[in-house]
Structures are given as structure tokens and as C-alpha cells.
């Protein structure tokens, strides 16, 4: 790395892009960009977009440019792969931070670091303090202004001589963006990196950069010294275009004719004057084209009169092209869902309804579909997630979802339909986090399509209206609809073309959506009351009599929901925890690690505990059930377990106790969880047993297998003021221990300064 500096030009600029062009499919992203950073600091600035994003993909190889010149102290990258580009001297930090949640901060810097350049991990640690006291907590465990110091380390660990940042304060707190600023003028003082920073935060940008770029309609409109552009209120409005849409085509070659439109006016279904609105009636709607928006627009660049028009790589017909008059409003990235908190439902909620699916084999259903529901004077945005490559007369066309990929949109459109589909469900599920003012969403598809839309279905908080037609939705749907409110409804023929049956089918569910997306406003977000916290409980059959008597005693005080524990149960309580729609939880019966660790029926899946590590709720949890694995009939007990303990609950569940051994495991895992959460917590162990079989003359006594189990949480448990552990001698299901649980929770809440706890 020395060597390389050393061999660098003093008059060469460190980085100088001429007439680059790069395209989405037929979509023009960027149009020309002509720019250069001599040294120092560069910020990057303008509306969603308007192409920044995509000049970073640009940079780095990770999009193709079709015409134009990077170049990188003189020498060409355009038709290097992205990890040439990094050996190069180019460090890279994507929007949206990237970490391996499971890896350690540490882990994180070891595994960048490259070995005899100027930055090492000892180095970064003097650099950011605040990451030497989080060395050893996982990347989920970080805030965002922590995560964005690690993914700027880890690319500082690279020696970079450029420093691309995307978006670092997105979805920050103020207080944290604040923090990211003063690292980034720290880096700037030390003068070691040039930085290219492109920034949604006026304030960031102007306070860090010597100039600031203005991005429009993908080109650079102009570049201003950064005082100048921070001290002009009036001047930022006129050249980002604060307060107006974000489709709208904007000139900007002179800024004082530029000036702030209000919000056009809304038709009677809630569609802008500027949709192409398509008629209502029972035939097939008219096929209207997608075309991309003026910004990205190729037709629309050449009307301009710029004679170094280029065609796009995708040809269109003359018949698209007199087909497609006016364009739909094209599609941005709104403010996070999530950013440093969950936002609660009350605020995600919206009117807006999403139809969602594949435009270019069942366009005609979701047409129908779309005008149904805004035919009942609902604002409806349908959502393209094909995966052909096709044109989309959708308002989201399939490759701006695709953007939302960790790995881009190369990363979904690879020509092998299994991995596409698989992809495009992932983008699907990063873009709609992002998205705010949801009413509700409908698809209706076949097997694929439904493995499309299913998993950022399941995504939305509980209570917002989902609707899944689909012709799998007469068989075993679990695996769509998981911990969700998804309603299934099986579409009796196949979703492909409309006939008697299909209509009236499609028709329904359509009505069922618009209905539930217009009462859904009327309904409390907690309970009747209102002022009741909600209180989430698992129970199973033998810790009934413990959380009946939890229950009896809280109901004045918390809006008790009891989640029974086959496996969903959990799933569905974290579920809830995650949407921001429970206060805090008493998770006695923790059963479904025994079946998701043994094989049984009933399991929980590996992010058990994770929706309280990542909301920091006051988590008041036990060892309910761990005694037992479920199977179903008797003949279904896999033959390994062949010589166990069994008790027949009823023809179809076979329940076997499990071992020291096997405890033991269970208990070094649930520890391991434990010792993740950050929020308060008090964990129970009943020593007199973990169930109402595990009790004095019950067939699933053992207390040397139960022991076995509480010592292994013992011995790993790590106290902190937070978290505390208390082992008592009773049964679960004892009232001693019903009194001990539900005065964990009261010392939580006089923690919290909370008054309930006088009460219980």
C-alpha cells in the first residue's frame, strides 16, 4: 500500500468522472455525470432519486457504465470488477452499513484488516473509542451511529486514498448523526483519505465538505462552495427542491426559476391528476405501459436536444413508444420504517393500498384488483416484483425493487429463476421497511408469486390489513403466513386470466382488503381501555395453572395476551414485540427451544429471544415445559429415541422427556440469548420443577436432568444492573412462584419509574 502512494502524480485529481451514463434496463439512471475531486472532502447532494446511489455503484464496478470514463488518479476503472477497484485504493461504505449481525466488533475489524498498511485495528480503536468499548458485542447489538463507525472502519482498514461514503446518517437519531458528523471531520483533519460523501443531510454535508455538489435528474447541475449553499435556506429549496415531488422534472440550469409547488390536487379515487388512471369495468383493463419518469427518461433527454443522445441497451417498439404518453410517478426511498426504534403502528398506519406481484404474467388480476379497490375511493400503488426483465406498467417497476438487494440489482436479475425469485423476495422485504403510510396490501399469484410477496407481508406489523390470493392457500400455508395476520384465500382456478369464477374470487378479496383498510382507522391500537400497556405471555398445557394466575393478578394493570407455545406462539409474540404493539413480556414457557433443538413438532426457529434483544422491552422469562419434546402418534417418534421416557397427552401428541445432556445444551443456548439482551431482565428458575409433569410422583420427575439445565444457565449467566437471575425452590406452576414473577416485574417497572408496581 505504501508503494502504491508513493507512485501517485501529485497533479493527478484523485478522482474525475467524464460523460458517464448507466442504465436500469431501459431506465437512463445517470445522464452524463461530469465531476472531479482534486483532495480533501467532496459531498454529493440531492433528492431520492436523482442517481447518487447508482454513481456510487458506478465507482465501485457494481453497476456497468454504458458510456463515459472513471478514472482513479489517472488510471480507467469502468472495466474493472469491484474488487479490482478496491485493491485500487477505493474504500466503500453502502447505504444502509451492511454488518454481519452475528460477528463481533472485533471480528468485524480482524477480518478487514489487510496487514502493514497505515490503518490497523489498534489504530481504528484510537481513532473511534466508542468501538473499543463495543469490541466484543455483536454488530445486532450496536446502535446505527455504532454500526456506521464499524462499516467506516472496516473500510478505513482496507488504506483506502478515497473514501466513498453513501448515506452514512440515514436513519440516524439526531443526537447520533451529530457523532458521525465529528468522526468524519476528524478523518478530514487527518488528511490520510479523500472522502466522497454523498449526504441527504444538508447540515452533515455543508459542515464537512469544502463543496458540495447538487445532483438532478442524474447529472451534476453545479457545484457551490459549502457555506454558500448552508447559509441560503432559500437557495437549498430552490436547488434540492424541498417541498416539492420528488418525480417532478425540475430545471435547474438557472435556480432562479425554479420555485416550490404545492402537492397536486387528488381525483375522487385519491390518484395524482399525472397516473394514467385506467377505466373500471368487468373486461380486461386496457394495457398501459410502464415508461420511466422524466428524470430518467432516454426519449425525454433527446427531446431536450442534447445531440450526444444515446439509445438505451433495452429497445422498445414504436407501439411502447406511442403507447406510453405520459409516465407513472416513479418510485423513491422515503425516510426508514425502523430507524434507532421501532415506530409504532399508530404512526406506520396509512390509507395507502399496496397490490403487489408479478405485472408480466398476472397484469389483467392485479389490474382488476387495483381498480376494485380504488374504485371504493382508496389510493392504491401496484408493486411490480417480475423477475422476466419485461417492461412493467406498474407505479414500482421490478428494478427499483430490485435496487433494495444487499447485493444491488445484479444481484436479482441473474437469468436463474429459482435465485431470482429468491432475491427479489429479499428486496421486496428491505423495500417495504422503508415504506410509511400503509393501509394495506393484497397480492394474488401462484406458488412463486406467493413465495414473492409472503415474506415482506409477514414483515408489516400485526394489525395492518394482508390479503394472499394464491392457489396454494388450500394446503398447509404456514410457511407463507408464519407469525403474521396474513389472510389466505385460495383463488380456486389458477390466477391466470379473468373468467367468471376468477372475478367474483379476486373481487372479494379486493372488497375484503378495502373494507379492512377502512374500518382499520376506527379500531384502538391497544386495548379498550386504552391505557392498558400490552403484556405478552407463553404458556403451555402444563404451565396453565402459573400463567392463569399471572394473568388474574395483572389484568388491571396490563392487556394480558397468552401465546400458546407451539412453536408460532412464540413466533407471534415476538412478532407483536417487533411492531412495537407489546410493552413488555413474561415468557414462562419456553418449551419450543426443547423441540427446535430435538426434532419435535412445536419448535421455534433460531431467532428465539431476538425480537427482545433488539427492542431492549423488559423481558421477565422462565424454563416452562423444557422437560419435553413433542411429537405427534406414537409411530411418528423418530427410532433414535427409541428407550426414552414418553407420556401419550392424547392420540396425537407424544410427549418425551429430555435428558441431562440434552438439558444441558438447551441451557448453555438460552444463556448464550440471554446474555445479548441490553434491556432489563429477570430470568426464573423454578428448582422444584419446569412443568406439571416434572413435579413429586409425575412421570417426568428428574430433578438431576433439571439440574443440569439450571446449572448451565447459572454458570453462563452474566449479571449487570439489567439482568439478573434468581433460581427458587418451587414448582413452576406453585403460587410462591407466581408471587416471585410477578414481583420481577414490578421491581422492572419501579426501575422503569413506573406506578404500576405499587399496585401488584
Same mark, same amino acid.
Given at each position: 500500500?505504501?508503494?502504491?502512494?508513493?507512485?501517485r502524480k501529485p497533479a493527478d485529481a484523485v478522482l474525475q468522472i467524464r460523460d458517464l451514463h448507466v442504465f436500469y434496463g431501459s431506465s437512463h439512471a445517470l445522464q452524463g455525470v461530469d465531476f472531479t475531486l482534486e483532495h480533501g472532502v467532496q459531498a454529493i447532494v440531492g433528492r431520492n432519486g436523482m442517481g447518487k446511489t447508482t454513481l456510487c455503484n458506478a465507482i465501485m464496478g457494481l453497476v456497468p457504465a454504458s458510456?463515459?470514463?472513471?478514472?482513479?488518479?489517472?488510471?480507467?476503472?469502468?472495466?474493472?470488477?469491484?474488487?479490482?477497484?478496491?485493491?485500487?485504493?477505493?474504500?466503500?461504505?453502502?447505504?444502509?452499513?451492511?454488518?454481519?449481525?452475528?460477528?463481533?466488533?472485533?471480528?468485524?475489524?480482524?477480518?478487514?484488516?489487510?496487514?502493514?498498511?497505515?490503518?490497523?485495528?489498534?489504530?481504528?480503536?484510537?481513532?473511534?473509542?466508542?468501538?473499543?468499548?463495543?469490541?466484543?458485542?455483536?454488530?445486532?447489538?450496536?446502535?446505527?451511529?455504532?454500526?456506521?463507525?464499524?462499516?467506516?472502519?472496516?473500510?478505513?482498514?482496507?488504506?483506502?486514498?478515497?473514501?466513498?461514503?453513501?448515506?452514512?446518517?440515514?436513519g440516524l437519531a439526531p443526537v447520533i448523526v451529530q457523532q458521525v458528523e465529528d468522526m468524519l471531520a476528524q478523518l478530514s483533519e487527518e488528511g490520510d483519505v479523500s472522502i466522497l460523501l454523498i449526504e441527504q443531510n444538508i447540515g452533515v454535508a455543508t459542515a464537512i465538505a469544502e463543496n458540495v455538489a447538487i445532483m438532478v435528474n442524474g447529472r451534476i447541475n453545479r457545484v457551490l462552495p459549502a457555506g454558500q449553499l448552508?447559509?441560503?435556506?432559500?437557495?437549498?429549496?430552490?436547488?434540492?427542491?424541498?417541498?416539492?415531488?420528488?418525480?417532478?422534472?425540475?430545471?435547474?440550469?438557472?435556480?432562479?426559476?425554479?420555485?416550490?409547488?404545492?402537492?397536486?390536487?387528488?381525483?375522487?379515487?385519491?390518484?395524482?391528476?399525472?397516473?394514467?388512471?385506467?377505466?373500471?369495468?368487468?373486461?380486461?383493463?386496457?394495457?398501459?405501459?410502464?415508461?420511466?419518469?422524466?428524470?430518467?427518461?432516454?426519449?425525454?433527454?433527446?427531446?431536450?436536444?442534447?445531440?450526444?443522445?444515446?439509445?438505451?441497451?433495452?429497445?422498445?417498439?414504436?407501439?411502447?413508444?406511442?403507447?406510453?404518453?405520459?409516465?407513472?410517478?416513479?418510485?423513491?426511498?422515503?425516510?426508514?420504517?425502523?430507524?434507532?426504534?421501532?415506530?409504532?403502528?399508530?404512526?406506520?398506519?396509512?390509507?395507502?393500498?399496496?397490490?403487489?406481484?408479478?405485472?408480466?404474467?398476472?397484469?389483467?388480476?392485479?389490474?382488476?384488483?387495483?381498480? /376494485? &379497490?380504488?374504485? $371504493?375511493? =382508496?389510493?392504491?400503488?401496484?408493486?411490480? +416484483? *417480475?423477475?422476466?426483465? #419485461?417492461? !412493467?406498467?406498474?407505479?414500482?417497476?421490478?428494478?427499483?425493487?430490485?435496487?433494495?438487494?444487499?447485493?444491488?440489482?445484479?444481484?436479482?436479475?441473474?437469468?436463474?429463476?429459482?435465485?431470482?425469485?429468491?432475491?427479489?423476495?429479499?428486496?421486496?422485504?428491505?423495500?417495504?421497511?422503508?415504506?410509511?403510510?400503509?393501509?394495506?396490501?393484497?397480492?394474488?399469484?401462484?406458488?412463486?408469486?406467493?413465495?414473492?410477496?409472503?415474506?415482506?407481508?409477514?414483515?408489516?406489523?400485526?394489525?395492518?390489513?394482508?390479503?394472499?390470493?394464491?392457489?396454494?392457500?388450500?394446503?398447509?400455508?404456514?410457511?407463507?403466513?408464519?407469525?403474521?395476520?396474513?389472510?389466505?384465500?385460495?383463488?380456486?382456478?389458477?390466477?391466470?386470466?379473468?373468467? /367468471? &369464477?376468477?372475478? $367474483?374470487? =379476486?373481487?372479494?378479496?379486493?372488497?375484503? +382488503? *378495502?373494507?379492512?383498510? #377502512?374500518? !382499520?382507522?376506527?379500531?384502538?391500537?391497544?386495548?379498550?381501555?386504552?391505557?392498558?400497556?400490552?403484556?405478552?405471555?407463553?404458556?403451555?398445557?402444563?404451565?396453565?395453572?402459573?400463567?392463569?394466575?399471572?394473568?388474574?393478578?395483572?389484568?388491571?394493570?396490563?392487556?394480558?395476551?397468552?401465546?400458546?407455545?407451539?412453536?408460532?406462539?412464540?413466533?407471534?409474540?415476538?412478532?407483536?414485540?417487533?411492531?412495537?404493539?407489546?410493552?413488555?413480556?413474561?415468557?414462562?414457557?419456553?418449551?419450543?427451544?426443547?423441540?427446535?433443538?430435538?426434532?419435535?413438532?412445536?419448535?421455534?426457529?433460531?431467532?428465539?429471544?431476538?425480537?427482545?434483544?433488539?427492542?431492549?422491552?423488559?423481558?421477565?422469562?422462565?424454563?416452562?415445559?423444557?422437560?419435553?419434546?413433542?411429537?405427534?402418534?406414537?409411530?411418528?417418534?423418530?427410532?433414535?429415541?427409541?428407550?426414552?421416557?414418553?407420556?401419550?397427552?392424547?392420540?396425537?401428541?407424544?410427549?418425551?422427556?429430555?435428558?441431562?445432556?440434552?438439558?444441558?445444551?438447551?441451557?448453555?443456548?438460552?444463556?448464550?440469548?440471554?446474555?445479548?439482551?441490553?434491556?432489563?431482565?429477570?430470568?426464573?428458575?423454578?428448582?422444584?420443577?419446569?412443568?406439571?409433569?416434572?413435579?413429586?410422583?409425575?412421570?417426568?420427575?428428574?430433578?438431576?436432568?433439571?439440574?443440569?439445565?439450571?446449572?448451565?444457565?447459572?454458570?453462563?449467566?452474566?449479571?449487570?444492573?439489567?439482568?439478573?437471575?434468581?433460581?427458587?425452590?418451587?414448582?413452576?406452576?406453585?403460587?410462591?412462584?407466581?408471587?416471585?414473577?410477578?414481583?420481577?416485574?414490578?421491581?422492572?417497572?419501579?426501575?422503569?419509574?413506573?406506578?404500576?408496581?405499587?399496585?401488584?
Amino acid at each position: 500500500m505504501p508503494e502504491r502512494r508513493r507512485s501517485r502524480k501529485p497533479a493527478d485529481a484523485v478522482l474525475q468522472i467524464r460523460d458517464l451514463h448507466v442504465f436500469y434496463g431501459s431506465s437512463h439512471a445517470l445522464q452524463g455525470v461530469d465531476f472531479t475531486l482534486e483532495h480533501g472532502v467532496q459531498a454529493i447532494v440531492g433528492r431520492n432519486g436523482m442517481g447518487k446511489t447508482t454513481l456510487c455503484n458506478a465507482i465501485m464496478g457494481l453497476v456497468p457504465a454504458s458510456r463515459g470514463s472513471i478514472r482513479f488518479h489517472g488510471d480507467e476503472l469502468t472495466k474493472l470488477p469491484p474488487h479490482r477497484i478496491a485493491t485500487h485504493g477505493i474504500g466503500y461504505t453502502p447505504q444502509g452499513r451492511r454488518l454481519w449481525p452475528s460477528l463481533t466488533v472485533d471480528e468485524h475489524m480482524r477480518l478487514s484488516d489487510r496487514g502493514g498498511s497505515t490503518w490497523t485495528v489498534e489504530r481504528v480503536y484510537d481513532t473511534f473509542p466508542r468501538l473499543a468499548e463495543r469490541k466484543n458485542n455483536g454488530g445486532g447489538q450496536l446502535s446505527g451511529g455504532e454500526q456506521q463507525m464499524v462499516a467506516i472502519a472496516r473500510a478505513l482498514l482496507q488504506d483506502p486514498e478515497l473514501l466513498v461514503l453513501d448515506e452514512p446518517t440515514e436513519g440516524l437519531a439526531p443526537v447520533i448523526v451529530q457523532q458521525v458528523e465529528d468522526m468524519l471531520a476528524q478523518l478530514s483533519e487527518e488528511g490520510d483519505v479523500s472522502i466522497l460523501l454523498i449526504e441527504q443531510n444538508i447540515g452533515v454535508a455543508t459542515a464537512i465538505a469544502e463543496n458540495v455538489a447538487i445532483m438532478v435528474n442524474g447529472r451534476i447541475n453545479r457545484v457551490l462552495p459549502a457555506g454558500q449553499l448552508a447559509n441560503d435556506r432559500t437557495l437549498q429549496e430552490r436547488l434540492l427542491g424541498v417541498g416539492r415531488h420528488s418525480h417532478e422534472d425540475v430545471d435547474l440550469t438557472s435556480f432562479d426559476e425554479v420555485a416550490v409547488t404545492p402537492e397536486p390536487e387528488r381525483d375522487e379515487v385519491g390518484t395524482s391528476p399525472d397516473v394514467v388512471s385506467l377505466p373500471l369495468q368487468e373486461s380486461e383493463p386496457q394495457r398501459v405501459l410502464y415508461v420511466p419518469p422524466t428524470r430518467w427518461s432516454n426519449a425525454a433527454w433527446r427531446e431536450r436536444g442534447d445531440e450526444n443522445a444515446i439509445e438505451s441497451p433495452v429497445q422498445t417498439s414504436a407501439k411502447d413508444k406511442d403507447t406510453a404518453a405520459r409516465s407513472r410517478p416513479f418510485d423513491v426511498k422515503p425516510e426508514p420504517m425502523y430507524a434507532e426504534a421501532l415506530t409504532p403502528l399508530s404512526q406506520l398506519r396509512g390509507q395507502e393500498v399496496l397490490v403487489v406481484g408479478t405485472f408480466d404474467t398476472k397484469g389483467a388480476e392485479l389490474r382488476y384488483i387495483r381498480d /376494485r &379497490i380504488a374504485s $371504493q375511493g =382508496l389510493r392504491v400503488r401496484t408493486i411490480d +416484483l *417480475a423477475t422476466s426483465g #419485461k417492461a !412493467s406498467s406498474a407505479d414500482v417497476p421490478p428494478h427499483m425493487i430490485a435496487t433494495y438487494h444487499r447485493g444491488g440489482a445484479s444481484a436479482v436479475f441473474t437469468g436463474d429463476r429459482g435465485g431470482s425469485v429468491r432475491a427479489m423476495a429479499m428486496a421486496f422485504e428491505a423495500w417495504i421497511q422503508r415504506q410509511q403510510g400503509i393501509g394495506g396490501i393484497i397480492s394474488a399469484a401462484g406458488s412463486g408469486g406467493t413465495a414473492l410477496a409472503t415474506p415482506a407481508m409477514r414483515r408489516l406489523p400485526v394489525g395492518i390489513p394482508k390479503v394472499m390470493i394464491s392457489t396454494v392457500a388450500s394446503g398447509d400455508v404456514g410457511q407463507y403466513v408464519g407469525p403474521s395476520d396474513i389472510m389466505m384465500m385460495y383463488s380456486v382456478t389458477d390466477v391466470q386470466g379473468l373468467n /367468471r &369464477i376468477s372475478k $367474483q374470487v =379476486l373481487a372479494n378479496g379486493a372488497n375484503a +382488503l *378495502a373494507g379492512m383498510v #377502512k374500518q !382499520s382507522k376506527n379500531l384502538p391500537q391497544q386495548s379498550e381501555d386504552h391505557d392498558l400497556p400490552g403484556l405478552g405471555l407463553t404458556m403451555f398445557g402444563v404451565t396453565t395453572t402459573a400463567v392463569s394466575q399471572i394473568t388474574a393478578r395483572l389484568k388491571s394493570h396490563y392487556d394480558c395476551l397468552v401465546f400458546h407455545a407451539t412453536g408460532v406462539g412464540g413466533r407471534s409474540m415476538e412478532k407483536l414485540v417487533d411492531s412495537g404493539m407489546l410493552s413488555a413480556a413474561i415468557d414462562l414457557t419456553t418449551t419450543e427451544i426443547c423441540d427446535m433443538m430435538m426434532g419435535g413438532v412445536f419448535a421455534a426457529d433460531e431467532d428465539r429471544f431476538g425480537a427482545f434483544i433488539r427492542t431492549r422491552i423488559p423481558y421477565v422469562g422462565s424454563v416452562g415445559a423444557l422437560d419435553m419434546v413433542n411429537f405427534g402418534a406414537p409411530e411418528t417418534v423418530p427410532p433414535k429415541y427409541k428407550g426414552r421416557i414418553f407420556v401419550e397427552h392424547n392420540p396425537q401428541v407424544t410427549l418425551m422427556r429430555t435428558t441431562a445432556e440434552e438439558n444441558r445444551r438447551m441451557g448453555e443456548w438460552i444463556v448464550e440469548r440471554l446474555n445479548k439482551m441490553e434491556g432489563p431482565v429477570r430470568f426464573l428458575i423454578p428448582e422444584g420443577g419446569v412443568s406439571a409433569l416434572d413435579a413429586p410422583g409425575q412421570p417426568f420427575y428428574d430433578p438431576e436432568a433439571d439440574r443440569a439445565l439450571f446449572d448451565a444457565i447459572t454458570s453462563g449467566f452474566k449479571e449487570t444492573g439489567n439482568r439478573r437471575l434468581l433460581r427458587l425452590p418451587q414448582n413452576i406452576n406453585d403460587p410462591a412462584f407466581t408471587d416471585a414473577v410477578i414481583a420481577a416485574l414490578a421491581e422492572i417497572d419501579s426501575y422503569l419509574g413506573r406506578e404500576r408496581h405499587a399496585a401488584l
